[in-house]
């Protein structure tokens, strides 16, 4: 700017050339180097005392990014008015500087309007939300009208808090004021608060109240994404179908909505008719959060071609499209594809770690999964409680219970404390839980049931199941009582674990009352699942008719699971004739060439003397091709596995083994006559230790 053109100013009558160069300044986005040749000038001029052109000063100099400037102007002015407060006000609190700009506003001997909306939108922008509804429940109790922007900036702290209390209040007030009912900034505002509260039917109603000539694309946006993330996750793409019909025309943000909606779906029809629409825009095509968005959809949608296409024409790659590309070969069950891309990553982050360690665990590769997690453990990654609950599964998976208690330690050192909130980890100590009652170790998953801070229905599902599972059938009905005693609603899991419970106590009654009664008083329909369990409950029972009678009253076809289940009780039973009907029925429904319902029949002729039926079992298992897989047993010693097979005689160390098993045999027939009223824990110390006998063998060296 030249300096001679500022020479001229000195002429001028008034200061309004000064002004309009000031805010040629600010529209220019010039330094504060020509802001101060302007004050220069204005010192020399008659105006350098106006407090008009000394707040325009402030002003531009904040703009600017000269705060100092600013600020040194408003200490040296001898006279200000509220418009040269509200000025360095809204100056501190947009960049950020609120206890300085509360300062400022404290000591002010008067305020306006500005001045209560600088703060609350101060406050509200650096997601100090409280303190921004402070100060606009201050405001309102001042007397003062609460117009867009407060309203705007109090809802936007409310939506951050998940506050639905007080962005209804504000809403009442709103409601009261017909001009801002209108406004589409603040019905927007409005559907994105109770969008982020979870309230879906209530962001529906004042998009529907709004009208059509009241929304913007921020106003479908919102409405998109609140059914997106709080679901029904259909009705994301029944909203964006009625956008486009009322002609008007997505953005990039509407567009990543409704293809997340598409992933979480597997919709991948409609989110091929996106990325059509996406392909013909020459803006969006190569944009990159849009390309990571439909990477992941396809991964999703099962679909890991097309999602490698995406991923190789992307000019520019990063974590989120590898991160997607690495679940999605892991849903796909190519795990090594998904391990080569981790290992061509040239950044990673915790997310990706997860992403392979929950494909290996996903696909039954629990010892990857571990292994991968003592790298992460090396390479300082800090896990998250996505990490734990996948590593706890892979222990629980594979009982590995020494493994399991040094996650359980990994848990404790990060300090989860297994309650609800903005990063829940609950789920967490429901792995735990998991880990310890598959293990075996049920007073331990006990343990952590009651150390939770907050529970919620999987916690109670899995220490009741826990605890049904391990034989403790008694324990798991207390709990079960005790769960409806707190609130806790069961949901069909939790009475597949009572079922299941009754069945290993032998409480057939009480089975039978929980069956008939889920409807009525639980408002849990019967599914298959738990007919399997009263089948198993009267099969073991020797209610042969009874389940047999069940399983043909069905609303639904009984599957080899639940036959499977009577065939074996009409086998403990000595049952043939039903027995015969039954594994007929099992061989109808059984889709593979599995040996179970042969062999079971066949032990049951044998069992009898009826070697003729025995043979015509086996000759129709010649003629089907069914041929029976040996059984196999193993038992981790000094972490090698050692595998035992029937007549297997191969193991190095047979005859010591061998000589200890005569030795256990002949002590269970020794206690055979008096075990039932013998002390059950002084059967399990002698059992457990004979077990520690065999172990010694194993471990002892040679």
Same mark, same amino acid.
Not at 29 to 37: A, N, Y
Not at 255 to 260: G, H, K, R, T
Not at 635 to 642: F, K, M, N, V
């Given at each position: 700017?030249?300096?001679?053109?500022?020479?001229?100013?000195?002429?001028?009558?008034?200061?309004?050339?000064?002004?309009?160069? !000031?805010?040629?300044?600010?529209?220019?986005?010039?330094?504060?180097?020509?802001?101060?040749?302007?004050?220069?000038?204005?010192?020399?001029?008659?105006?350098?005392?106006?407090?008009?052109?000394?707040?325009?000063?402030?002003?531009?100099?904040?703009?600017?990014?000269?705060?100092?400037?600013?600020?040194? =102007?408003?200490?040296?002015?001898?006279?200000?008015?509220?418009?040269?407060?509200?000025?360095?006000?809204?100056?501190?609190?947009?960049?950020?500087?609120?206890?300085?700009?509360?300062?400022? /506003?404290?000591?002010?001997?008067?305020?306006?309007?500005?001045?209560?909306?600088?703060?609350?939108?101060?406050?509200?922008?650096?997601?100090?939300?409280?303190?921004?509804?402070?100060?606009?429940?201050?405001?309102?109790?001042?007397?003062?009208?609460?117009?867009?922007?407060?309203?705007?900036?109090?809802?936007?702290?409310?939506?951050?808090?998940?506050?639905?209390?007080?962005?209804?209040?504000?809403?009442?007030?709103?409601?009261?004021?017909?001009?801002?009912?209108?406004?589409?900034?603040?019905?927007?505002?409005?559907?994105?608060?109770?969008?982020?509260?979870?309230?879906?039917?209530?962001?529906?109603? *004042?998009?529907?109240?709004?009208?059509?000539?009241?929304?913007?694309?921020?106003?479908?946006?919102?409405?998109?994404?609140?059914?997106?993330?709080?679901?029904?996750?259909?009705?994301?793409?029944? *909203?964006?179908?009625?956008?486009?019909?009322?002609?008007?025309?997505?953005?990039?943000?509407?567009?990543?909505?409704?293809?997340?909606?598409?992933?979480?779906?597997?919709?991948?029809? =409609?989110?091929?008719?996106?990325?059509?629409?996406?392909?013909?825009?020459?803006?969006?095509?190569?944009?990159?959060?849009?390309?990571?968005?439909?990477?992941?959809?396809?991964?999703?949608?099962?679909?890991?071609?097309?999602?490698?296409?995406? /991923?190789?024409?992307?000019?520019?790659?990063? *974590?989120?499209?590898?991160?997607?590309?690495?679940?999605?070969?892991?849903?796909?069950?190519?795990?090594?594809?998904?391990?080569?891309? /981790?290992?061509?990553?040239?950044?990673?982050?915790?997310?990706?770690?997860?992403?392979?360690?929950?494909?290996?665990?996903?696909?039954?590769?629990?010892?990857?999964?571990?292994?991968?997690?003592?790298?992460?453990?090396?390479?300082?990654?800090?896990?998250?409680?996505?990490?734990?609950?996948?590593?706890?599964?892979?222990?629980?998976?594979?009982?590995?219970?020494?493994?399991?208690?040094?996650?359980? =330690?990994?848990?404790?050192?990060?300090?989860?404390?297994?309650?609800?909130?903005?990063?829940?980890?609950?789920?967490?100590?429901?792995?735990?839980?998991?880990?310890?009652?598959?293990?075996?170790? =049920?007073?331990?998953?006990? !343990?952590?049931?009651?150390?939770?801070?907050?529970?919620?229905?999987?916690?109670?599902?899995?220490?009741?199941?826990?605890?049904?599972?391990?034989?403790?059938?008694?324990?798991?009905?207390?709990?079960?009582?005790?769960?409806?005693?707190?609130?806790?609603?069961?949901?069909?899991?939790?009475?597949?674990?009572?079922?299941?419970?009754?069945?290993?106590?032998?409480?057939?009654?009480?089975?039978?009352?929980?069956?008939?009664?889920?409807?009525?008083?639980?408002?849990?329909?019967?599914?298959?699942?738990?007919?399997?369990?009263?089948?198993?409950?009267?099969?073991?029972?020797?209610?042969?008719?009874?389940?047999?009678?069940?399983?043909?009253?069905?609303?639904?076809?009984?599957?080899?699971?639940?036959?499977?289940?009577?065939?074996?009780?009409?086998?403990?039973?000595?049952?043939?004739?039903?027995?015969?009907?039954?594994?007929?029925?099992?061989?109808?429904?059984?889709?593979?060439?599995?040996?179970?319902?042969?062999?079971?029949?066949?032990?049951?002729?044998?069992?009898?003397?009826?070697?003729?039926?025995?043979?015509?079992?086996?000759?129709?298992?010649?003629?089907?091709?069914?041929?029976?897989?040996?059984?196999?047993?193993?038992?981790?010693?000094?972490?090698?596995?050692?595998?035992?097979?029937?007549?297997?005689?191969?193991?190095?160390?047979?005859?010591?083994?061998?000589?200890?098993?005569?030795?256990?045999?002949?002590?269970?027939?020794?206690?055979?006559?008096?075990?039932?009223?013998? #002390?059950?824990?002084?059967?399990?110390?002698? !059992?457990?230790?004979?077990?520690?006998?065999?172990?010694?063998?194993?471990? #002892?060296?040679?």
């Amino acid at each position: 700017m030249a300096r001679n053109s500022f020479l001229k100013l000195a002429c001028f009558t008034n200061s309004s050339p000064f002004a309009n160069l !000031l805010d040629s300044c600010i529209k220019s986005k010039l330094p504060p180097t020509d802001v101060r040749t302007i004050h220069a000038s204005i010192i020399k001029s008659p105006f350098f005392n106006e407090v008009f052109i000394h707040n325009r000063l402030i002003d531009a100099y904040a703009k600017r990014g000269s705060l100092h400037d600013a600020r040194k =102007v408003f200490d040296e002015m001898p006279q200000r008015n509220v418009y040269t407060w509200n000025t360095l006000v809204t100056a501190l609190a947009k960049l950020g500087l609120l206890d300085e700009a509360e300062t400022l /506003f404290l000591s002010m001997p008067e305020r306006d309007q500005c001045t209560w909306n600088s703060m609350v939108s101060g406050f509200a922008q650096r997601d100090r939300c409280e303190e921004a509804l402070r100060y606009l429940a201050l405001m309102h109790k001042g007397g003062f009208l609460l117009n867009e922007y407060a309203c705007a900036s109090g809802l936007s702290a409310c939506s951050s808090l998940s506050d639905v209390n007080r962005g209804v209040q504000i809403h009442s007030l709103i409601a009261k004021s017909p001009g801002l009912l209108s406004d589409v900034h603040i019905g927007s505002a409005l559907v994105d608060m109770y969008s982020k509260c979870g309230k879906v039917d209530d962001a529906q109603q *004042v998009f529907d109240e709004m009208g059509g000539g009241c929304r913007n694309v921020v106003t479908w946006n919102s409405l998109i994404t609140c059914y997106e993330q709080n679901g029904p996750v259909v009705e994301a793409i029944n *909203v964006f179908r009625l956008m486009l019909r009322s002609s008007f025309e997505p953005d990039e943000v509407t567009l990543a909505s409704v293809i997340s909606a598409c992933a979480s779906l597997s919709a991948g029809k =409609v989110g091929r008719e996106v990325h059509g629409r996406v392909a013909k825009d020459v803006k969006l095509r190569n944009d990159i959060i849009l390309s990571n968005a439909f990477v992941d959809m396809y991964a999703k949608c099962g679909r890991i071609k097309e999602a490698r296409i995406i /991923f190789d024409s992307m000019p520019i790659r990063n *974590v989120i499209a590898e991160t997607s590309m690495i679940s999605g070969y892991a849903m796909a069950a190519s795990t090594k594809a998904a391990r080569l891309m /981790f290992t061509k990553m040239t950044e990673r982050n915790v997310v990706s770690w997860n992403a392979l360690i929950a494909g290996y665990t996903q696909n039954g590769e629990n010892e990857e999964a571990l292994s991968l997690f003592c790298l992460l453990k090396r390479e300082s990654v800090c896990p998250t409680h996505y990490t734990f609950a996948n590593i706890l599964k892979a222990c629980a998976d594979l009982a590995e219970l020494h493994l399991g208690m040094q996650a359980h =330690v990994h848990v404790l050192k990060h300090g989860f404390k297994f309650q609800s909130g903005e990063e829940t980890d609950i789920f967490v100590g429901n792995s735990l839980i998991d880990m310890y009652v598959k293990c075996g170790c =049920v007073e331990d998953g006990y !343990l952590v049931f009651r150390k939770m801070t907050e529970r919620d229905c999987v916690s109670w599902n899995a220490m009741i199941i826990g605890f049904a599972q391990n034989g403790y059938g008694n324990e798991a009905l207390e709990l079960f009582r005790e769960m409806l005693g707190s609130g806790e609603k069961p949901d069909h899991i939790t009475l597949i674990g009572v079922l299941s419970a009754c069945g290993h106590a032998g409480l057939v009654d009480e089975g039978r009352h929980y069956f008939s009664s889920m409807t009525r008083d639980f408002g849990v329909a019967p599914l298959r699942d738990h007919y399997t369990c009263m089948v198993d409950l009267l099969g073991r029972a020797g209610f042969l008719e009874e389940a047999k009678s069940m399983i043909e009253e069905m609303p639904t076809e009984p599957d080899s699971v639940i036959w499977g289940s009577l065939l074996a009780a009409c086998k403990v039973h000595r049952n043939i004739t039903l027995g015969k009907y039954v594994a007929e029925k099992l061989l109808e429904v059984e889709t593979t060439s599995n040996s179970g319902p042969y062999v079971l029949l066949s032990n049951m002729y044998a069992e009898n003397g009826q070697w003729e039926d025995v043979m015509n079992v086996r000759k129709s298992m010649r003629k089907e091709g069914v041929t029976k897989q040996p059984g196999f047993s193993w038992i981790d010693i000094q972490g090698r596995s050692h595998v035992f097979m029937a007549k297997d005689k191969r193991h190095p160390r047979k005859k010591q083994i061998h000589s200890l098993l005569d030795i256990l045999i002949a002590e269970m027939r020794r206690k055979q006559d008096h075990a039932e009223t013998g #002390s059950l824990s002084s059967e399990e110390n002698e !059992l457990f230790i004979l077990s520690s006998l065999v172990q010694q063998c194993l471990v #002892s060296p040679f």
